[in-house]
């Protein structure tokens, strides 16, 4: 292996300017997106689309965008996450220029739903990698504070939406928003190749080999080791050269590190350079190649029949050239995508309840400014209030959810599973919540479970999968994310047609988050017994 191989990320230095350019990307993005429901309140009603119109507007959007991104993985290995976060920034800024021209639903579908929701999914692919290159020991804690400043845009976004709309109407206000998500296109610029921070790994004291202590000697051009102390060689060494005779056989490697110990090596095969003396230069040399007397072949590879070994070379070649142009179309596309990750038993797990969860944590964030209209018949600055209150708890435990972790010393998986449990709980409240003020409380608690699991979710799976492997697997979630949020996004619309009210939806969206916590406590349930037995 090499020795860049073997070299780990910084965990710190140029990473935390990342970690900004991370939080500067989601502060203008995040936000405008999950909040985009104030905006199309205002546009749905200008344009006559119905509620399964709507919602499949804004479903489609993260739906399109996450199944494009199964092609996340080759692109970022072929483009690096740089060059991926300029597109990406550039679309997000185009599609809501278009959007703020649409005036049909097939306008907003191609300039909202495909082109904005494109770059959306390529800006969060390219900076997830580069955060999750520059850390590793400390990743938890570099999202969580980059989540936590992303949290900013949480609280004053949906305000600011509110302000725009009501001073220059929703196509205006989505031009100025367009333009603030320009500062993406910053914090692209700010990202550089992990690599060339990557540094040594710490070597610690039980990977310090016992025999330390003793001398490792060069003997006929093979290392041996010697409990006998350097400086005798050095002495040896000395001696026979003052005497005119050859040098010892074994020589200590300490000797070679003394003072002189650049001209101590020459003096090993020319003696002459070292001392004086009185023989000519070209006078014939002491050392013939005949009086060795020692011949180490241990690490030779069968130097007496090397037309043999080319031999099996050239067919190992061979077969390897073989093997590479049988491959199928279907191997191929395996190869160039990694769907070996798939054998794995636990990454399909973590694969689906991922897949279900974020399902119902988008449709639920997207939904909500139109769900408190509908449901509690809130005008649009109480639901701008409601949102910010999400917001600022949302930005308070993302900042401290990473230390709630190491103090309960439980693994991602598990903490984002119990705010799962809790947010079932929070989301059955909400339906029986009918005043302002109780549902300011039910904000607060939807914040700090979504303020835990947005830091959680971005680390299960970059704990769990090799970083070489990352880009694939967050390309395989990616796709599963997309069918999933597809799916089931544009089936509440419906739900919601026929029943007449947004309770059935929500009701769905807490079942589909139960399968999530059935599926993993089952695995987790299964392990641990099967380490009992064991």
Known sequence: MSRAMNKVPPDGGYGWVVTFAYALNNVVVLPLIVGFGLVFQEAFDE????ATQGSLVIVLNHGIGMLLSFFGGPVLCRFGYRKVAVVGALLVSSGLILTALATNFWLFIISYSIINSMGVAAVMAAFSLAINSYFKEKRARAV?????ITGLGAIFMPLLMSVLIYAYGWRYAVLILSAICLHSLLAACLLRPAKWYLKDPQISEEMVPLNKDLSIELVNGSFTTSSKQGINSLAKLDESLENGLPPPKSVSMRALSGSNGIINRNAISHPDIRKETSEMPLAESKYKWWESQEINLGSSINIFNETEYDKKEKELTKDLSEEKKSKGFVQKIIDFFDLTLLKDPIFINILIGLSLASCVEINFSLLLPIILKDMLNFET?????????????DTLFRLVSAFIGEWCHRPPRVMYLVCLIIIIFTRTIMLFTTTFSGMLFVAFLIGVTKGIRTVYMNIIIPNYVPLERLP?????QMLCNGIVITTIGSLLGRFRDLSGSYRMPIIILNFVTFLTVILWSAEFIYFRIKNRNN
């Open 47 to 50: 344009t006559d689309l119905s």
């Open 144 to 148: 969580g504070i980059g989540m936590s």
């Open 381 to 393: 600055s109480d639901i701008a209030k409601i949102m910010a209150v999400i917001g600022f708890s």
């Open 472 to 476: 694939f697997a967050s390309g395989i």
